[in-house]
């Protein structure tokens, strides 16, 4: 009889199980399952493409962001980060995926881009070597792979890395007409054993998930056509948060979450 669950991350670990095996997209587990995904380079997958985000080269020539130290959460091929490095930011990038990532190091080195890559789950890296802190942490595509509980790690993994009156910016799948992943309420995606595909957020679902921190800019990505220098799709939701220049405290559990 096992009677092991003793903290936090115990009871993450649990829920974790909850889902199919074949479900996992965001463990240290579902590698493979995102090296099959980027196998075929030539798929016509949206963000295949060698371009930085809208919005990301939008808060860039707007002065929102400036040149610091930037992490990446599940980079892909590695697109933003590479921008980022050409703009001065030193950066770190994280994915799963070593064939993510071995794309992502051959643009690096064609783009002339200093990125350090790293291989490995995001909650488990930024709680031994990326520890920070950032002046922004860049996700595009991640988060919206997580199951409803990782939100508790997520917010836990910003806590510990970003630097304070740093920026957070996110594009995730957004909800409603022209949107794009599952609309499931969070208690349909255990009972189902797996996430849809993703999961589409509102923007007050965002702010209310994102509350600690401030907004700055919460819209529709812009459509860009296929000859823009820039990627931009509008099933997706583009976010600009700052953190508080004084750091909150938050309890030891949650921290270590």
């Known amino acids: ?17 909850l889902f199919a095996q074949d479900g996992d997209r965001w463990t240290a587990g579902a590698g493979s399952w995102w090296d099959g995904f980027y196998a075929d380079r030539e798929r016509p997958v949206p963000f295949f493409v060698a371009k930085p985000d809208e919005n990301l080269a939008s808060y860039v020539d707007r002065g ?28 770190d990038a994280v994915d799963l995926s070593p064939s993510a990532l071995a794309w992502a190091e051959e643009r690096a080195d064609e783009a002339g ?8 789950d995001i909650f488990e890296l930024t709680a031994t070597e990326l520890t920070g802190p950032y002046d922004l942490v860049y996700d ?7 199951p409803p509980h990782r939100r508790v790690s ?5 806590d510990r890395v970003l630097a304070p009156g740093g920026g957070f910016a996110l ?16 208690a349909a995606f255990y009972e189902r054993g797996g996430l849809q595909g993703g999961l589409a957020y509102t923007p007050e679902s965002l702010r209310r998930i994102f509350s600690g921190l401030t907004e700055i800019e919460l819209r529709r990505m812009h459509d ?12 997706l939701w583009t976010a600009l948060f700052r953190r508080s220049a004084e750091r909150a405290e938050h309890p030891p559990a949650e921290r270590a979450a």
Do not use: W
């Not at 009889?1 to 993450?12: F, K």
């Open 154 to 158: 997520y917010l836990a993994l910003l």
């Open 171 to 186: 594009t995730c799948f957004a909800a409603g007409e022209g949107g794009m992943g599952s609309e499931l309420p969070d």
């Open 64 to 91: 929102l962001i400036a040149p610091g130290r930037v992490l990446e959460l599940g980079c892909g091929p590695g697109r933003n980060a590479i921008h980022l490095a050409s703009l001065g930011f030193e950066a």
């Open 140 to 146: 595009s595509g991640c988060f919206h792979h997580l």
């Open 1 to 17: 009889m096992d009677r092991n669950i003793c903290t936090t991350d115990d009871v993450l670990r649990l829920m974790d199980g």
């Open 224 to 235: 860009e056509p296929s000859g823009s220098p820039l990627f931009g799709e509008p099933f």
């Open 113 to 120: 881009a200093d990125v350090r890559f790293h291989q490995g």
